[in-house]
């Protein structure tokens, strides 16, 4: 539950946890916890204060056995702790990078952006992150990543840089959503990645063929989320 001290308000991040052990570890931007949803059994949490920001790190082991992670300690801004993952007690460590992504409920995907970047730059962040350039493949999709991260200009997987006229997702996916801003793409030259952009007056969401040389933060998707380093 989140506590809003001006308006004296309770909001419920998320339902269903049971078993959270007392006390929590700050992070960077939020906080590490550990808790049962009653399919995982007690493994590390991760929240940033937001439902989409509030996931499961991983399951250390695997099913419903429990790994029971505990003596959380911050060290400048990884968190380690002590686990059982089924080969006896270890030691486990969280980079900062690997809480700050966000769980599409409705796709279970982990989302995060890059730091703005030309396009090639943002997409090798992204494989280097573990995922790719994210692919939009229906209308929820696209409201759920323009709420959660815009209004902004975002670099997505959508390019033509093979320039035969074909505009494809890096991920390799088949085009079938798309979601163009009034009377784009309009194929200027030198035009061959793909942006949700954010022009106020003539379009906030849509998408954009843009020079891939501008500098924009990237979305990346990943359909896992990142473990911690043992």
């Given at each position: 539950?989140?506590?809003?001290e001006?308006?004296h308000?309770?909001?419920?991040?998320?339902?269903?946890?049971?078993?959270?052990?007392?006390?929590?570890?700050?992070?960077?931007?939020?906080?590490?916890?550990?808790?049962?949803d009653?399919?995982?059994g007690?493994e590390?949490w991760?929240?940033?204060?937001?439902p989409n920001?509030?996931?499961?790190?991983a399951?250390?082991?695997?099913?419903?056995?429990?790994?029971?992670?505990?003596?959380f300690?911050?060290?400048g801004?990884?968190?380690v702790f002590?686990?059982d993952?089924?080969v006896?007690?270890?030691v486990?460590?969280?980079?900062?990078?690997?809480l700050?992504?966000?769980?599409?409920?409705?796709?279970?995907r982990?989302?995060?952006l890059?730091?703005?970047?030309?396009?090639?730059?943002?997409?090798?962040?992204?494989r280097?992150?573990?995922?790719?350039?994210?692919t939009?493949?229906?209308?929820?999709?696209?409201?759920?990543?323009?709420?959660?991260?815009?209004?902004?200009?975002?670099?997505?997987?959508?390019?033509?840089?093979?320039r035969?006229?074909n505009?494809?997702?890096?991920?390799?996916?088949?085009l079938?959503?798309?979601?163009?801003?009034p009377?784009?793409?309009d194929?200027?030259?030198?035009?061959t990645?793909?942006h949700?952009?954010?022009y106020a007056?003539?379009?906030?969401?849509?998408?954009?063929?843009?020079?891939?040389?501008?500098?924009?933060?990237?979305?990346?998707?990943?359909?896992?989320?990142?473990?911690?380093v043992?």
């Open positions: 539950v989140a506590y809003d001006t308006t308000a309770a909001t419920v991040i998320v339902r269903g946890l049971s078993a959270i052990a007392r006390g929590v570890a700050p992070s960077a931007n939020g906080f590490v916890f550990t808790a049962d009653g399919v995982h007690a590390p991760f929240c940033d204060g937001t920001g509030t996931r499961l790190i399951d250390l082991r695997a099913g419903s056995a429990a790994s029971r992670p505990h003596n300690v911050r060290l801004e990884r968190q002590a686990t993952s089924g006896g007690l270890r486990w460590s969280i980079e900062p990078q690997q700050d992504w966000k769980r599409n409920p409705a796709n279970d982990f989302y995060r890059t730091s703005p970047s030309p396009w090639i730059s943002a997409r090798t962040d992204a280097n992150l573990g995922g790719e350039l994210a939009v493949r229906d209308a929820a999709e696209q409201l759920w990543l323009t709420s959660t991260f815009g209004p902004a200009n975002l670099w997505i997987g959508l390019n033509d840089f093979d035969d006229g505009f494809e997702w890096a991920s390799g996916e088949p079938g959503f798309t979601n163009w801003c009377g784009q793409p194929r200027l030259p030198g035009e990645a793909v949700i952009a954010n007056g003539y379009c906030v969401g849509g998408w954009n063929d843009q020079d891939p040389n501008d500098a924009y933060p990237g979305i990346v998707e990943r359909s896992t989320p990142p473990r911690p043992e």
